[in-house]
């Protein structure tokens, strides 16, 4: 059974620092990976996708990378803004099963003025 | 551009008392569909995916069940509502095909269920 982690569990920091967070996940055969945003009593935003076959993606100051083989992914946020404030949240998809989504419990950011 | 649709956003109800949600997606065609529940200290379950009209899979033994009467509506209901699902549910739909995305989910803005 796919189990996802996400450390730390909470991060603060101040703003303009460059931050990194932390999924692993405990079997290698996935589909794709998917980082997400949520923001309080919110529905949850895609920020970024990664294929199984892929190393990395971008989008603006964010960037995901997996390596799959280790079961690890990391979301680098550079330039943190207090609206980056929000909980962050790493899916992985059954290779076996396009349809069977796992969620890691997810890292809750604040960006300090 | 793709919307999707989530009703109602706040619901309270007593326990016993019937459960129909509803959701609904807008500018795409034969997506797959999906409802989770995100509950206190507990992070997003998976709890039905449909492929298509009146297929569904459930991932979790519950007291939920879930419909799909139309291409692009899903609905999650239950006879009678327990305690135990209180919680924040979300639907999502992805499209089936590599070019369209490669099952990348996309989110709706939920409904907050509190069983009294």
Known sequence: ?113 | SQTIHQWPATLVQPVGSPLSLECTVEGTSNPNLYWYRQAAGRGLQLLFYSVGIGQISSEVPQNLSASRPQDRQFILSSKKLLLSDSGFYLCAWSSTTLAGGAYEQYFGPGTRLTVT
Not at chain 1, 65 to 72: A, F, I, Q, V, Y
């Open chain 1, 1 to 113: 059974k796919q189990e996802v982690t996400q450390i730390p569990a909470a991060l603060s920091v101040p703003e303009g620092e460059n931050l990194v967070l932390n999924c692993s996940f405990t079997d290698s055969a996935i589909y794709n990976l998917q980082w997400f945003r949520q923001d309080p009593g919110k529905g949850l935003t895609s920020l970024l996708l990664i294929q199984s076959s892929q190393r990395e993606q971008t989008s603006g100051r964010l960037n995901a990378s997996l390596d799959k083989s280790s079961g690890r992914s990391t979301l680098y946020i550079a330039a943190s803004q207090p609206g980056d404030s929000a909980t962050y949240l790493c899916a992985v998809t059954n290779v076996y099963n396009n349809n069977d989504m796992r969620f890691g419990a997810g890292t809750r950011l604040t960006v300090k003025p």
